[in-house]
């Protein structure tokens, strides 16, 4: 059985990524052990944030479009951007790999250390994994992240009517850069070659917003969540966690350059990839205006730029208005056509 | 797609189990925030102990033999053995689910609520989860564990020579019961059934040996491993994490009974299933002896049986020594023949 081999592999890569630790000895972060013994240890200096995410080959990345590097940084990243939607500090990773026996084994290998790259980027402790076989790839990704030292977790539950509701960055784009991986990156009629990379970079090596997330938490964020189901789909969420309403104005969505192009390629709707498209992992926050403008110039000199949409009001449900009125949003956003 | 349906059918299933907390109102053990926000918010007392673990249809397990709340059962128990093996009181756990879209939804609920079940038995919290479409069914568990108050976790490293090596219950009960399961009940002759069922059991509804970890950490054992590979093999574990060599005499082995008449029906070695079978997830301990002495009898009296099974001794390697010299070990266990 290739288990065990596959298992060794995966494990003595990420033992050597980790240096091995005993508890007399410091340790690397909040870690004391890490591989090598049944759990890792950590310890924690107060209320830990925890999120699970996976991914399935075929469902959510496809090998023929995605380098292995770039499945693990995804994988990661998307892990991660629940952690930044609480404001919590990165702590550690945990990944287990389901491996089918057949894989190439220098794929796996960058596939492996594809995580270890990742959790360098985003300053997280790559503390533990497992690997087993199975007849599909598969990856399930454990995030802990830390409350900072000043202010605690920002909730999903916290936005009340007559705060604004401010998005980081820009939408659209990893919507479009899977577009563009399915019909290829010259399908776009008259695309720039550097605006067409920038969307497929979205698509397969997002950004977690985690030191956004911890800045508009010290900010005064009431609510924030990540942008990983669309833009609509996910303040959804809040909302119901908060018992308010939620009214954007599409015209104030702002939409990352080259989506126009590929949206009128597609002959389909902007709201399909900017309110529904998912996965650009940027942060959606509700904040008492006085809060978001004093903020404002602060995050922009630290590279963040926000954006406010709309506002909170009392009642339920996500509402969007653009110039001609009421605005349909498709239903859901599928990761892969 | 039918993603989004069997997501929210698994949350809402969890949210029904945990209660939807929030910071100001307590919590449920050291769970304050579960399903319901990007991250599930814990406030651990100092160490934390934490490990990953995944099973996969027809690997780990085949959908024939396995009522679908056991399947769930055991994936809770391999990898709160783990935590036993630290000497963890339990804490919380995280699932996530890989299903396929054509899975009975009755069959899928009653696997759902084994998590809930198995984690009130286990007296951990069912703190979050996330459900993703997959080809094949798979569940990834992550769980958490806090070090006891008065003593720390302990570790496969602290083997030292002229320890005992002490196991809890007997062996080989797992792999026989595999063997009834892929054999049918009645292939080991004369056997009896309350036997068989037992050992049928023991594959399908291990048990984590977690209060048996908390004493012996208390009781000053020295290093501890869960037996789920295989006793060797496990002690192959600790006798690498501890630079200590591991001698073991085979007649002092429990053996769980019935698993002889298996071995005899099997035609195979007695060692294939004690020494080498794995899944038992019983602890293996190294500990002074006068330590062992004095803490037999309680632990005895709580309903945990410990045998001294070996030694250790300056060197390297497990060394398995019989009624007729040294006995060779079957390389590893396949969970699926």
């Not at 996976?54 to 990661?76: L, M, N, Q, T, Y």
């Not at 809040?238 to 009214?247: C, M, Q, T």
């Not at 969505?253 to 080259?258: K, M, N």
Request: charged content about 20%; hydrophobic content about 50%; glycine content about 14%.
């Amino acid at each position: 059985m290739d288990e065990r081999f596959a298992e060794f592999d995966l494990i003595d890569l990420i033992a050597s990524k980790v240096a091995r630790l005993e508890p007399s000895c410091g340790g690397v972060g909040r870690l004391r052990t890490g591989i090598g013994d049944d759990a890792a240890i950590t310890v924690p200096g107060g209320a830990t944030a925890t999120s699970v995410d996976a991914i399935v080959e075929g469902v959510h990345f496809d090998r023929a479009w995605s380098p292995p590097d770039a499945i693990s940084h995804k994988a990661v990243a998307a892990a991660l951007s629940d952690l930044a939607a609480m404001a919590a500090a990165p702590g550690e990773v945990y990944v287990t790999l389901g491996v089918p026996p057949d894989t190439d084994r220098a794929w796996l290998k960058s596939l492996a250390e594809g995580f270890a790259t990742a959790a360098e980027r985003f300053s997280v402790v790559l503390a533990g994994g497992d690997t087993v076989t199975s007849p599909v790839l598969f990856a399930s990704v454990t995030v802990v992240g830390h409350a900072p030292q000043d202010t605690g977790f920002v909730l999903r539950s916290g936005a009340r009517p007559g705060q604004l509701v401010v998005v980081t960055g820009s939408l659209g784009g990893a919507a479009a850069g899977l577009w563009l991986l399915s019909n290829g990156p010259g399908a776009a009629d008259g695309m720039d070659e550097g605006l067409a990379e920038a969307l497929i970079g979205r698509q397969l090596r997002p950004e977690p917003q985690i030191e956004a997330g911890l800045l508009l938490g010290a900010a005064g964020a009431a609510s924030m969540v990540d942008l990983s189901d669309g833009l609509v789909a996910d303040l959804g969420h809040v909302g119901r966690a908060s018992g308010v309403a939620i009214e954007i104005d599409s015209t104030l969505v702002p939409v990352q350059p080259g989506v126009p192009e590929v949206v009128a390629s597609a002959g389909a709707e902007t709201a399909a990839f900017v309110l529904a498209g998912g996965e650009d992992f940027e942060l959606a926050v509700t904040v008492e205006e006085s809060a978001f403008l004093a903020a404002r110039e602060g995050l922009a000199a630290a590279g963040i730029d926000l954006t406010a949409i709309g506002t909170v009001a009392s009642g339920e449900g996500v509402s969007v208005v653009g110039p001609d009125g009421p605005v349909e949003v498709p239903a859901g956003f599928e990761h892969l056509a």
